[in-house]
């Protein structure tokens, strides 16, 4: 069986679902696929071990799709609060204060009523999945990975896995970091496997829900905190949080094979003490971490977002945050293609699409890349710069507030200091 739509979203994961409901709502006719089931949510569940930072540039994106009140009535965590501090111990640990290299982005400061939420993913693919399924012109089909594409000269045509085809103008990759359409387009990738990876453990907790998330940065790697919800009555005055322990591969591999009682005492000895008592490990699952960057953003009848077109170091928790900018961009340009009469897949406008978001990609990618190198150093005069750019930051406000404002997706541009020191950094010759 053959189906025709304007455009094939391939991959329904949270910058699909919201592209897709967002053409949706411009009237193309869209077909949204993924090879998973439909995501579930279940109140009484323990939270996704996959949970992400979301700006409040992407929360007002979410609510323009309609997705943000369907995120609220599952559940969402707001911070406040964002703490970042050098935990190297050195000879003068002992008699310094940690405090002193501490800094703290606080909403109040901003005038803003917090930086941002922390949100499972599959609440956020959800209530995206909902959104899509309500657009007349969305057809989302799941369970059903996509197997081929065939760029023709005057449409697409994309096979899943029973055999059906798909006809459309264009087709958009958002099948994420190991994506198959974007191998499918013979689009490759440069790659760089960073020597850490990232644990992520699902904890519950003594005491109230917090309104802070923070990292302290080790030399082998960070370890953050990120609140969520309340445990309810079940575990009265217990809370919900995702921890992110960044370490070598061999550390993470005999971290992951201990049994739940000694992991606890591990985290609990491991992270600062700022770290609550922990009363309960519910899940773990490691994560290589590399940054990834596709050649080019398109080819032929084929188009990437999101993790398909690039992958950043998740330290500040920016990814998807990229992906729905990714998305937003994208979308004007193919209702800009439409309004002139022209194919969707005309390359002017989708090379206007890459020359906006690859340079912005690329310069997060970047500053993701400096903090991950200066803070991984056990170098002493490095140390005293880490610390004295902390005690800088402290110390300037304003500059430190931009940099806040842009992480939280209130201002498009990085502040100017930012853009010159990461145009300067080795590196820059990366795509
Ligand atoms: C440890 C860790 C922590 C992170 N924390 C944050 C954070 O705090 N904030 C943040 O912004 N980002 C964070 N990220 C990054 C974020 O998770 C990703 O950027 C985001 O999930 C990318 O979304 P996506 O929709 O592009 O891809 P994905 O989420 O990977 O979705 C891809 C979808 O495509 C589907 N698919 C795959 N192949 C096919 C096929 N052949 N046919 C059809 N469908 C297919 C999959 O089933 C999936 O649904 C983190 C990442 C990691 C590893």
Same mark, same amino acid.
């Given at each position: ?93 002992? +008699? ?291 610390? +004295? ?43």
């Amino acid at each position: 069986m053959t189906q025709a739509f304007d455009i094939v979203v391939a991959g329904a994961g949270m910058v699909g679902a919201a592209l897709a409901t967002g053409l949706g709502q411009n009237g193309f006719r869209v077909a949204l696929v993924d090879k998973a089931a439909t995501p579930r949510f279940d109140a009484g569940a323990p939270p996704d071990i996959r949970v992400s930072a979301l700006s409040a540039g992407s929360e007002r994106y979410l609510q323009q799709l309609g997705a943000w009140p369907r995120i609220l009535a599952m559940r969402t965590t707001a911070y406040r609060r964002l703490a970042v501090w050098d935990q190297t111990q050195h000879p003068l640990s002992k +008699l310094l204060p940690r405090k002193l290299g501490e800094v703290v982005f606080d909403a109040a400061s901003l005038s803003a009523s917090h930086l941002g939420h922390i949100v499972e993913n599959r609440i956020t693919q959800k209530a995206l999945w909902q959104c899509a399924e309500e657009q007349p012109s969305v057809t989302v089909l799941s369970g059903n990975g996509v197997t081929a594409v065939d760029s023709g000269n005057d449409q697409a045509t994309v096979t899943l896995e029973d055999g059906s085809e798909l006809t459309c103008e264009l087709v958009i990759g958002a099948d994420g970091a190991l994506s198959r359409i974007r191998d499918m387009a013979g689009i490759g990738v440069t790659r760089d496997q960073y020597a850490q990876q990232a644990m992520v453990i699902s904890v519950r907790y003594l005491g109230p829900v917090e309104d802070i998330t923070w990292q302290a940065f080790h030399p082998s790697g960070p370890r953050a905190f990120l609140p969520l919800h309340s445990a309810g009555d079940q575990h009265q005055g217990e809370s919900w949080a995702s921890l992110v322990w960044y370490d070598a591969p061999e550390e993470l591999a005999r971290l992951k094979a201990l049994d739940t009682e000694s992991l606890r005492l591990e985290i609990q000895k491991a992270f600062p003490g700022d770290l609550p008592t922990l009363t309960h490990i519910d899940a773990r699952a490691s994560f290589p971490i590399a940054r990834q960057h596709a050649k080019h953003y398109s080819n032929g009848r084929v188009v990437l977002v999101g993790d398909a077109a690039h992958t950043i170091n998740p330290l500040a928790g920016q990814g998807v945050n990229l992906g729905f900018q990714d998305a937003v961009c994208l979308q004007s340009h193919i209702r800009e293609a439409r309004r002139s009469g022209c194919d969707l897949a005309d390359s002017q406008w989708l090379a206007r699409y890459e020359q906006q978001r690859r340079p912005a990609n690329r310069r997060m990618m970047l500053a993701m890349d400096a903090f991950y190198h200066l803070f991984s150093n056990r170098i002493p005069p490095v140390h005293l710069l880490r610390n +004295l750019g902390l005690s800088a930051a402290r110390a300037l406000p304003f500059a430190r507030n931009q940099v806040a404002r842009y992480a939280m997706g209130i201002d498009d541009e990085l502040p100017a200091v930012v853009k010159q020191i990461t145009s300067r950094l080795p590196g820059l010759h990366l795509p």
